[in-house]
C-alpha cells in the first residue's frame, strides 16, 4: 500500500507564531521554540521508510524555508491559515486513491515518538481501521489519518480542534466505518503545557530524543530563566 503523509506547518515568523506563549516567552523566542518544533517533526517524517512526504504549509511566501528544512519532500501545497481544516480535506480529496494511506500531522506534539507514524499506517493497512486518530492532550488532533479512497470522509471532521475521543469517535462510528486511537500525546500552545514539556523533556532521555532541538532550546530558555 502507497503511504503518504502531510506535514502541516507555520513558518517561524516572530509575532505571528505561538502567540499564546509570549509571556512568558518574548516573540523572538517563541518563534525559535516554534522552529524546532517544525525541524523536529520534520525530520521524524522524512525518516520513515517507504513514505511520501508532503509539507502544507503557510504563509506561501515562505516556500523557501520548507524546501530547505524538507529536501526530501515530494511536494509542497501552500495553504491559507484561517481555512486549515478545508485545505486539509482538499489535500486527502488530492492524495487519496485505490490502494494509499494518507496520514497528517501537525507540529505542535514535538515529544511524539516516530512509531507513532507506523501505528498509524498499520491500522490502515490492516483493513480495520477506515480513519486514525491522534488525541492532543488539550481535547483536539495531533494526527488524522485515512485509507478511504476519496478521502471525502476527512472532511466531516474539524481538525484540529474536534475531539477525536468523543466526537471523532462517535463520528465514525454513525458512518459504519473503523477506528483507530493513538496514544495521547502533548500538544504545545500555552504557557501551562510549556511547562509540561519542560517537565517531559527534563525528566525523560525517552521523550527528548524525539525532539532534539527542541530540547536544547528548551535548556537555553532554563539558563536565561525564560521557562
Same mark, same amino acid.
Given at each position: 500500500?502507497?503511504?503518504?503523509? *502531510?506535514?502541516? %506547518?507555520?513558518?517561524?515568523?516572530?509575532?505571528? !507564531?505561538?502567540?499564546?506563549?509570549?509571556?512568558?516567552?518574548?516573540?523572538?523566542?517563541?518563534?525559535?521554540?516554534?522552529?524546532?518544533? !517544525?525541524?523536529?517533526?520534520?525530520?521524524?517524517?522524512? %525518516?520513515?521508510?517507504?513514505?511520501?512526504?508532503? !509539507? $502544507?504549509?503557510?504563509?506561501?511566501?515562505? *516556500?523557501?524555508?520548507?524546501?530547505?528544512? $524538507?529536501?526530501?519532500?515530494?511536494?509542497?501545497?501552500?495553504?491559507?491559515?484561517? /481555512?486549515?481544516?478545508?485545505?486539509? +480535506?482538499? #489535500?486527502? =480529496?488530492?492524495? #487519496?486513491?485505490?490502494?494509499?494511506?494518507?496520514? %497528517?500531522?501537525?507540529? /505542535?506534539?514535538?515529544?511524539?515518538?516516530?512509531?507513532?507514524?507506523?501505528?498509524?499506517?498499520? +491500522?490502515?493497512?490492516?483493513?480495520? $481501521?477506515?480513519?486514525?486518530?491522534?488525541?492532543? &492532550?488539550?481535547?483536539? #488532533?495531533?494526527?488524522?489519518?485515512?485509507?478511504?479512497? /476519496?478521502? &471525502?470522509?476527512?472532511?466531516?471532521?474539524?481538525?484540529? %480542534?474536534?475531539?477525536?475521543?468523543?466526537?471523532? !469517535?462517535?463520528?465514525?462510528?454513525?458512518?459504519?466505518?473503523?477506528?483507530?486511537?493513538?496514544?495521547?500525546?502533548?500538544?504545545?500552545?500555552?504557557?501551562?503545557?510549556?511547562? =509540561?514539556?519542560?517537565?517531559?523533556?527534563?525528566? &525523560?532521555?525517552?521523550?527528548?530524543?524525539?525532539?532534539?532541538?527542541?530540547?536544547?532550546?528548551?535548556? #537555553?530558555?532554563? /539558563?536565561?530563566?525564560?521557562?
Amino acid at each position: 500500500m502507497r503511504r503518504i503523509l *502531510i506535514v502541516i %506547518a507555520k513558518s517561524p515568523v516572530p509575532g505571528w !507564531v505561538k502567540r499564546r506563549l509570549t509571556p512568558p516567552l518574548d516573540t523572538a523566542s517563541a518563534a525559535t521554540l516554534h522552529k524546532c518544533f !517544525v525541524l523536529d517533526t520534520l525530520d521524524k517524517a522524512a %525518516a520513515v521508510p517507504d513514505t511520501e512526504l508532503v !509539507v $502544507a504549509f503557510t504563509p506561501e511566501r515562505e *516556500i523557501a524555508f520548507f524546501r530547505e528544512a $524538507a529536501p526530501g519532500a515530494g511536494m509542497f501545497i501552500p495553504w491559507p491559515e484561517a /481555512d486549515a481544516g478545508s485545505t486539509l +480535506a482538499s #489535500c486527502f =480529496q488530492e492524495l #487519496c486513491g485505490p490502494d494509499r494511506s494518507v496520514v %497528517a500531522i501537525g507540529t /505542535d506534539a514535538p515529544t511524539m515518538p516516530a512509531r507513532s507514524f507506523e501505528l498509524a499506517f498499520n +491500522a490502515l493497512s490492516s483493513g480495520s $481501521a477506515e480513519v486514525v486518530f491522534g488525541p492532543a &492532550s488539550n481535547g483536539g #488532533c495531533y494526527l488524522l489519518g485515512t485509507s478511504a479512497h /476519496d478521502g &471525502s470522509v476527512l472532511g466531516k471532521f474539524n481538525w484540529p %480542534a474536534f475531539n477525536p475521543e468523543g466526537e471523532g !469517535v462517535e463520528l465514525a462510528a454513525g458512518l459504519g466505518i473503523g477506528w483507530y486511537l493513538l496514544p495521547e500525546m502533548l500538544t504545545v500552545d500555552v504557557p501551562s503545557e510549556l511547562m =509540561q514539556l519542560k517537565k517531559s523533556l527534563f525528566e &525523560s532521555a525517552g521523550e527528548s530524543m524525539w525532539a532534539p532541538r527542541t530540547r536544547l532550546y528548551m535548556e #537555553c530558555l532554563k /539558563d536565561t530563566g525564560a521557562i
